[in-house]
């Protein structure tokens, strides 16, 4: 027999890395709100029984203020999972038992797991697990995911309480006699569930917590009810009677209530710390991490050192040694026995020139994009960029911006697709089409082989310098395209921003080593499969004309007239050549088709540091000034195809779809423009 569990908590109560412990899936983990936007399953390893988890987002109650709220919620009533693993951050617990409240009015099998145990033991915290499980009427285990501590007894005890339910030893649960409401609010509630109980079937949901919702005048519950209009006029009596009687909404009324209770057993239930009272390491860090003064300087010499390690001696010895690697061990010894096996030119010229050179001009970079993901999943997993998206709202605010935007903006670092995808936690319309225009101006990894190979190629002595100032333009052209935007088309009040800074915690290898992976694997796969059949299509179009003749002269093959049709677009930029305008052209497939095709074009096996032939291709066509440009136009135009679909999901919209790819590469042009004419003037070209 198959069991589904659902696995539901606040954000940043360790809910997901207890979903990869249970699996031994590689999903994401981040340390801050809001990174888990869809629920996602996975099989539970090393047990004899087919138990399905399914990790929900994480939420703060099941109120249907946000889409997350919206999707844990009716994932549980409308699939009814076999058990709920409500996962409960221990060193935060009167916070994170508020939605255990809700979870327990559902009446369907409850597991609380206790997680961050090693936090409360480390402060010298006591929690009485027994008067614990007593006070929820469930029971209540001590785990450490991050440690991996107490997850088989958790799992061992969810598939025990899902046996019994399913013998039917276990009727679904009416709520506790003593729960969190006072016996005024407690008789409303069987006032309410009395009358509407004929109504809702036996395949409806909990009467009681119906009941609830009804008072608290939740509108989705109300349309899934479909009630009578005389119904629901004694529902509204009920309510307005509680209201005048405690001269409160009875949303307020209800949260009083849980928060009452809440406090009443976590009184008796934990013992803190006499010394608890001064501050924690995390406060500590914090008021240097988050001053007013230093926060923001302290940022970018963080995001600075990392650029500097990964684009210094480090990053530098790995491209050498990976050049070396591809060009000359595989492409020699291809070209060898091709021509030993007699074949013919053009597959040789496919195989050498167009496969291995297109590949092998993207896969130099991974080592350095690898770093950088290793040290980004550092800031991430130890709490840092929760402070970071803290210390930016407050500038972000201040030019117009929501501030609750920023955290898939810094998703857009990784990947300009979930970064949208990400949007879909913000409730206010206009804020989420605002996000969606500007998160991909935020640099994806992608992009990252553009800056690698250009930089490499006239920047070489301030490499990570030079790509760290176009990280910086990208968020620059996004605030002002956010006060631009704010103020014109998609006016209207931010939406509050309310964050959680988690504490800081020491990263483990493991989960470094799986963030590092998931981001690296999407970059490596699209390699082998995206960029492989880029690399066949333009060495293909760039040596047949349309005829379907081979081409001596590469400026008469497809490529080459199509380039040169366009090419004068992007003269004002400073690179007017046909083979930069079809490189930008095929980055429209993916960003790192664009290093693919300069490889191809431009006789490039690899991209070395210290190519002298590379140099000498590239400064034919480029100067430092146009190079930054073209660097600044791949940054800032439509990221992708993917990101275009994902763009036209999230927007719902061909016409706001559209606005965003027509801005977005609109205002690619105008800063390319503005940097080469410029440059132009001040002498730099």
């Known amino acids: 027999m198959a069991f589904r569990f659902a696995l539901v908590g606040n954000p940043n109560s360790g809910k997901t890395t207890m979903f990869n412990e249970m699996t031994g899936s590689t999903q994401y983990v981040g340390n801050w709100p809001g990174v888990t936007v869809e629920k996602k399953e996975g099989k539970a390893r090393k047990t004899k029984e087919d138990i399905r988890i399914i990790d929900l987002p994480g939420i703060y109650s099941l109120s249907p203020y946000s889409l997350e709220e919206i999707i844990a919620r009716d994932y549980i009533i409308d699939e009814k999972p076999d058990v709920v693993i409500n996962i409960v951050d221990a060193s935060n617990i009167e916070r994170n038992l508020y939605l255990t409240t809700q979870l327990l009015e559902l009446g369907v099998p409850v597991v609380v797991a206790l997680n961050m145990m090693d936090t409360v033991e480390s402060k010298g915290d006591q929690i009485d697990l027994k008067l ?49 409401y006072d016996k005024n609010v407690e008789a409303g509630i069987s006032s309410v569930r009395d009358c509407m109980t004929p109504f809702i079937g036996e395949k409806g949901p909990n009467p009681r917590w119906a009941a609830i919702k009804l008072l608290e005048n939740d509108e989705k519950v109300i349309e899934k009810l ?41 009184g008796k239930a934990v013992r803190k710390n006499a010394a608890g009272g001064s501050l924690t390491l995390s406060d500590k860090i914090d008021i240097v991490v988050t001053n007013r003064i230093l926060a923001i300087p302290l940022f970018l010499a963080v995001m600075y050192a990392v650029f500097q390690i990964t684009f210094g001696a480090i990053g530098s010895f790995t491209i050498d040694y990976i050049d070396v690697l591809i060009n000359e061990t595989l492409a020699g010894a291809a070209s060898g026995w091709l021509e030993a096996a007699g074949a013919a030119e053009w597959l040789q010229e496919l195989v050498v020139n167009g496969i291995i050179a297109g590949l092998g001009s993207i896969m130099v970079f991974v080592p350095q994009i690898m770093i950088m993901f290793f040290f980004i999943s550092i800031l991430e997993d130890s709490g840092y960029m929760a402070r970071a998206a803290f210390v930016m709202d407050r500038l972000l605010r201040k030019l117009g911006l929501s501030g609750k935007s920023f955290i898939p903006m810094l998703m857009g670092f990784g990947c300009s697709v979930p970064a949208v995808m990400g949007t879909r936690t913000l409730e206010n319309e206009k804020d989420r089409r605002l996000t969606i225009i500007l998160t991909p101006f935020m640099s994806c990894g992608a992009r990252l082989p553009v800056y690698a190979l250009f930089t490499a190629a006239f920047f070489a002595e301030n490499q990570s310098l030079v790509i760290f100032s176009i990280y910086i333009l990208g968020i620059v052209v996004a605030i002002l395209s956010g006060i631009i935007l704010k103020n014109t088309i998609l006016k209207g009040e931010a939406a509050p921003f309310v964050m959680e800074l988690p504490p800081y915690r020491i990263p483990t290898a493991k989960g470094l080593l799986i963030h590092m992976w998931d981001r690296g694997k999407g970059f490596i796969k ?70 693919a095709t300069m490889g191809i074009l431009h006789g490039l096996g690899a991209v070395a540091e210290d190519s002298v032939e590379l140099a000498v291709s590239l400064q034919n066509y480029f100067t430092p000034l146009s190079a930054y440009a073209f660097m600044a136009f791949t940054l800032l135009y439509v990221p ?5 679909a994902a763009i036209k999901r999230e927007m719902n919209s061909w016409k706001w779809t559209l606005f965003a790819v027509a801005y977005q590469t609109g205002t690619a042009w105008i800063v390319a423009f503005i940097i080469y004419q410029v440059g132009r003037l001040l002498g730099l070209n």
């Open 640 to 644: 992708c195809i993917a990101a275009f």
């Open 226 to 266: 479909k009630l009578s209009d005389a119904l629901m006029e004694e529902v509204k009596a009920y309510r307005s009677k509680m209201e005048k009687d405690f001269d409160s909404d009875m949303e307020t009324i209800m949260a009083d209530n849980r928060y009452n209770y809440i406090s009443g057993v976590v």
């Open 526 to 595: 699209k390699a082998g499969t995206v960029i492989f059949a880029a690399s066949v299509i333009i060495w293909f179009c760039q040596s047949f004309s349309f005829s379907l003749q081979m081409v001596e002269e590469a400026s008469e093959s497809i490529f080459g007239i199509i380039g040169g049709a366009i090419a004068p677009i992007f003269a004002p930029l400073g690179f007017g050549d046909w083979k930069s305008a079809v490189a930008l052209l095929t980055g429209l497939v993916a960003k790192e088709a664009v290093v």
């Open 132 to 180: 614990l499980e007593k006070a929820l009427g469930v029971p209540v285990i001590p785990t450490s995911a991050n440690k991996n501590r107490g997850i088989k007894e958790l799992l061992e005890k969810a598939l025990q309480v899902a046996q019994t339910a399913a013998a039917g030893a276990a009727a679904k649960t009416e709520g506790r006699s003593d729960g969190p």
